[in-house]
């Protein structure tokens, strides 16, 4: 059976956007960009102001559509990282969807932090998924012979 796959992502600055293009040439897999309602500042401090008070809130900003998963096995999920953990574009995405016999195959970009608690905070949220490791990358750090060793490493 083939698996039907999808690449789900937000990207506010084009890094993450450049690693979901990496995995769809490589997996051949669909690719849905994630979009919030009210799009978010250009200016690098309004954004990262905006991005803390979304956390501490827990925000889930309206997205202008959530997509459908219903015909999809495994979903990349991709987002930059802000105040270490998943923007809240995609934290509304991943809270409105039925994870169940879903696997999720997270990825995410940063500016210096890391990771962080992206990982955790996606398997928290995706109640029913089966979590894979996922695939970081410092800023367009994201080389695609590295994308394909780690798709590789993970025998889906």
Known sequence: MSKKILVAYYSHSGNTKSVAGKIKEITGADIF????????????????NQAKIEKENNTKPEL??????????????????????????????????NWNNKI?????????????NTYHDI????????????????????KIEDIK??????NI
């Open 104 to 116: 999720i195959v997270p990825f995410c970009t940063h500016g210096g932090g890391g990771a962080s």
């Open 123 to 142: 398997q928290e949220i995706s109640q029913g998924a089966r979590v894979l490791e996922g695939y970081t990358s410092y800023e367009n750090s994201g």
């Open 33 to 48: 960009e994630i979009t919030p309602q009210k799009e978010y500042s250009n200016n690098y401090n309004e954004v990262v």
């Open 64 to 97: 202008v559509n959530l997509g459908d998963i219903s015909e999809y096995d495994i979903i990349f999920v991709g987002t930059p990282v802000w105040w270490y953990t998943m923007a809240s574009p995609v934290r509304t995405y991943l809270s409105e969807h």
């Open 149 to 154: 060793t780690w798709i590789s490493s993970l």
